[in-house]
């Protein structure tokens, strides 16, 4: 066996970003990188993170509490909610539906 067991908390996060309406803690275990975004309401990412364009990325997350849209750039929407796991494609906006602060996990390979 190559690899030892490892556990880690997003409370100890290895880095930390603060951005509008945004806080993402990021972690990384066995090639592999997870963040927890926790986005506040009235977040959009092409508002606040997008400078009015398309997320070219991949999401694999789960979400743990909130509401989220997801648009993708051909109309196609989809909502996802507390308890839902989701894969977004490339070339998408999201935003926070409602109130509450939607916080999600999140992996990709590093």
């Known amino acids: 066996m ?23 803690d990021l972690i990384r275990l066995g090639g592999i990188s997870f963040d927890r975004a926790t986005f506040e309401p009235g977040w959009r990412w092409s508002e606040h993170a997008g400078q009015g364009g398309s997320c ?5 997350g789960y979400l743990i509490s909130g ?8 109309g196609t929407e989809v909502d996802a909610q ?3 796991v989701y894969l977004i494609p490339p070339w998408h906006d999201a935003w ?3 109130n509450e602060p939607c916080v999600a996990p999140r992996s990709r390979l590093s």
Do not use: K
């Open 2 to 24: 190559t690899e030892t067991p490892h556990v880690q908390s997003f409370d100890a996060a290895e880095e930390s970003r603060e951005l509008e309406r945004c806080r993402v």
């Open 56 to 60: 070219q990325e991949r999401h694999v």
């Open 67 to 74: 509401r989220m849209r997801f648009r993708m750039d051909d």
């Open 82 to 84: 507390a308890g839902d």
């Open 96 to 98: 926070v539906v409602g």
